[in-house]
């Protein structure tokens, strides 16, 4: 087949394809999760230091399961609400009538890592940077997708493939041909982007995205994990790919955990955040020791290290229309840029009861950057704070219901 669209509202013929006959026990819950900022303190070297209190998460999601057949709604309250469909993070159906097997169909996270939370902030994966991560890798969240589990804990693993896509698509005309953003005159204009539209399904004629990832549960304490990534847009000569193996360590006493990556991206050159080839390293290891019922020490560390190459941007012509380059584009075209970031974090935890808990802590993190061999260049075109070090204290209140 050469065109596949997976759609949400399939998720309808999913229900009643394999929709048991005779029970109708319905079980549904809600649970929620919501972050308070009570005081935290930033300060980026060479500006100035602010004060932060507010919602730092906000998140709702809702589980219904009637026998074999279940569904998620996670609500993002605290994302950007502008787009379509974008306050749904997850919304998906799942049917387990087979022994071992999962089968889900629907909009939410594609895995392949082994995300966990730092200290006091995101880990780089999920974007939790004072100064601007620049990794082009990150939680995948917000597909469209279509994936299948088999095993279990009692069977020693569990491996999960997913087939998805991405919730926008570029315009082409009647010939195929990319349709620009651009500015100027009808024969001379200079391009700005390429013209997307949101949809809420994927045509793999267009567009096809590939995730594994595999659990191994070694005893009750230990699991390691392997993810494999990649992407194609059809318009892009180049693939993304990425590989991700990590280790969690858990028990009434300690927990350990450990991320690495490696990932190659690349995007056309007018997309946002384009990069004509982006290598990336990434490592984490944390632990959370637990002193007594009430207190716990976390420590987390990260290390992320890009090479990213930029296009050649020059004059064309296309349709008997003249296209240039803007000023910012000539800036840093062809230029290689390596940087490389670190975080170390530290933080107490004190736990009100179950389920809510304040956490007290710090982070310093640092960002150097290389623009064709050259560093401790002051300003750096799309490098946001390229050479800079950061500072941070944390206190948050967060709560699960």
Known sequence: MKKLTCSLSLSFLFLLLFRPMSSYALDTSVRGFIALDALNYEKVQKQK?????????????????????????????????????????????????????????????????????????????????????????????????????????????????TLWGDSTEMSQTQEGKLIYVSSGSNTAKQITGYRLEEVTAFNTSKQTGLANKLELFVTDSLKLTAGQFYYKNKMHDRPNYAVDFGANFENSMVEVWVDLLYGVSSKLPYES????????????????????????????????????????YASFVEDSITY??????????????????????????????????????????????????????????????????????????????
């Open 273 to 312: 955040f384009t990069t004509k080839k982006k290598e990336e390293y990434f490592l984490q290891v944390g632990a959370e020791f637990v002193l007594n019922e009430k207190w716990s020490v976390i420590s987390n560390n990260e290390v992320l290290y890009l090479e990213d190459q930029q296009h050649t």
């Open 49 to 161: 230091g602010a004060a932060v209190i507010g919602i730092g998460v906000l998140d709702l999601k809702i589980f219904a399961e009637q026998d074999e057949m279940s569904a998620s709604i996670k609500l993002d309250l605290d994302g950007k609400l502008d787009k379509e469909n974008n306050i749904f993070e997850e919304a998906y159906a799942t049917y387990k009538g087979v022994p071992n097997m999962r089968f889900s169909l629907g909009k939410g996270v594609v895995r392949f890592q082994n995300l966990h939370w730092g200290a006091i902030e995101n880990t780089y994966q999920d974007g939790g940077s004072v100064i601007s991560s620049d990794n082009g890798y990150r939680k995948v969240s917000r597909k469209a997708f279509l994936a299948a589990s088999y095993g279990g804990r009692s069977l020693g693993f569990i491996n999960q493939f």
């Open 324 to 401: 240039s380059p803007t000023s910012q584009q000539v800036e840093k075209s062809g230029a290689i840029y390596k940087i490389l970031l670190y975080k170390v974090e530290g933080a107490f935890e004190y736990k009100l009861n179950r389920s809510a808990q304040l956490t007290f802590g710090g982070l310093y993190e640092k960002k150097s950057t290389k623009r064709n061999g050259v560093k401790n260049l002051s300003f750096v075109r799309d490098v946001r704070n390229a050479n800079a070090e950061a500072f941070k204290l944390a206190s948050t209140v967060s709560f699960w219901f």
